[in-house]
């Protein structure tokens, strides 16, 4: 079974401070792991994928396969950081995604 | 160029009534998804088609729950004698199909059954 977990429903930071949204997950293979966000009003949307190992709006992701852990930073939170963040993995020869229950994030100005 | 696209975007539905949900997928995408999202949660997967043939339905909650894609193109996801424990909002994602594809979500279906 796949499992991911993102222990902070709530996180709220100052403008200018680092960010990190924390996921865990559980998983028997290799799996492919995801950060989706929502911002107000709009769909949920891709922000990075670990294979990709891209810096997306000055965020970051890493693979932790010994921690099983794929938690996101950014150093310098900001306003328009504000959103939902859902971390999702997908696994080995499979399609569909399985989700976090997401954090909230808020940047304090 | 248009995205993924869901109708309607509400519905209320009195318990017992079935109801029927729309999805548009991105023009040539193979893949097609349905997720489940409630209140407070992540998107649950419903069900995966690839053209018009549904490889896994594993997601669906009870026989009350059914999904077609009769040509490859547009689906239905269909609930019928609703039940107030389906309120959620219904998601629907395209995907180009092959491995490693990003998938595109669409703006989701809003159901609630009073």
């Known amino acids: 079974a796949q499992r991911v977990t993102q222990p902070e429903k709530l996180l709220s930071v100052f403008k200018g401070a680092p960010v990190e949204l924390k996921c865990n997950y559980s998983?028997?293979?290799?799996?492919?792991l995801f950060w989706y966000v929502q911002y107000s009003r709009q769909r949920l949307q891709l922000l990075l994928r670990?294979?990709s190992r891209e810096s997306i709006k000055g965020f970051t992701a890493d693979l932790n396969k010994g921690e099983t852990s794929f938690h996101l930073k950014k150093p310098f939170a900001q306003e328009e950081d504000s959103a939902m963040y859902y971390c999702?993995?997908?696994?080995?020869?499979?399609?569909?995604?399985?989700f976090g229950t997401g954090t909230r994030l808020t940047i304090i100005p | 160029g248009a995205g993924v696209s869901q109708s309607p975007r509400y519905k209320v539905a009195k318990r017992g009534q079935d109801v029927a949900l729309r999805c548009d997928p991105i023009?040539?995408?193979?893949?097609l998804f349905w997720y489940q999202q409630a209140l407070g949660q992540g998107p649950e997967f419903l069900t995966y088609?690839?053209?018009?043939?549904?490889?896994?339905k594993s997601g669906l909650p009870s026989d009350r729950f059914f999904a077609e894609r009769p040509e490859g193109s547009v689906s239905t996801l269909k609930i019928q004698r609703t039940q107030q424990e389906d309120s959620a909002v219904y998601l629907c994602?395209?995907?180009?199909?092959?491995?490693?594809?990003?998938?595109?979500f669409g703006p989701g279906t809003r159901l609630t059954v009073l």
């Open positions: 994602a395209s995907s180009q199909g092959l491995a490693y594809n990003e998938q595109f």
């Open positions: 998983y028997s293979g290799s799996p492919e």
């Open positions: 670990h294979i």
């Open positions: 999702a993995l997908r696994g080995l020869g499979n399609e569909k995604l399985t």
């Open positions: 023009s040539g995408h193979v893949s």
């Open positions: 088609f690839q053209n018009e043939a549904q490889l896994d």
